[in-house]
């Protein structure tokens, strides 16, 4: 979903230089959005999953399940407070957030599952918490340009904006 032209247009009239913090602020903005999302979701599965004694694949599916949940839910809330109906919101946080989220999943699951001892350490342990933290955060770093890139083409999260106003 593209940005509506009245609100691209003005963009055109600013030097790329004086454009980049106002992007780089908006892409930052936005993947620590979508990082509280899949955080929360991540979080919540892997904690439903630790504790009900599943193994990594149950527990890390119900984790990505619940991170695109959440991702999508905290877009779609203001949207809807706006008074937009459901089917408008969810259109535009898929548009949004696809992107953003399964980078994030990817890479936060794939670190994980590469840090030796992370997925079984237990919900007590620091090494998971630790382990969790370090995905999350280098998971973010890999959604960042990409979502830079999105909004700059007026996509991603610069559709959100366009609709209420941040």
């Known amino acids: 979903m593209a940005l509506p032209a009245h609100v691209h247009s003005g963009h055109s009239h600013h030097s790329a230089a004086h454009e980049a913090p106002g992007l780089n602020r908006l892409a930052f903005s936005a993947t620590v ?9 991540e979080v919540l599965g892997m904690v439903i999953g630790t ?3 599943w193994g990594s694949g149950p527990t890390i599916a119900l984790a990505v399940a619940l991170a695109f ?9 203001p949207l809807l407070r706006s008074g937009l109906p459901f089917g408008t919101a ?8 696809t992107a953003s989220i399964t980078i994030m999943e990817i890479v936060d ?4 599952l590469a840090i030796p001892g ?3 350490a237990g919900l007590a342990s620091i090494h998971f918490w630790g382990s969790l933290i370090v995905a999350l955060l280098v998971a973010g770093a890999f959604a960042f340009p990409v979502n830079r890139w999105l909004i700059a083409r007026g996509r991603g999260h610069a559709v959100i904006h366009a609709f209420h106003g941040h």
């Open 109 to 112: 699951n794939l670190l994980m």
């Open 90 to 97: 969810l259109g535009l946080a898929l548009a949004s957030d």
């Open 69 to 77: 949940v959440f991702g999508y839910g905290l877009t779609m809330v």
């Open 118 to 120: 992370a997925m079984s």
């Open 51 to 53: 504790a009900m004694g």
């Open 33 to 41: 959005h979508c990082l509280t999302g899949c955080a929360i979701g």
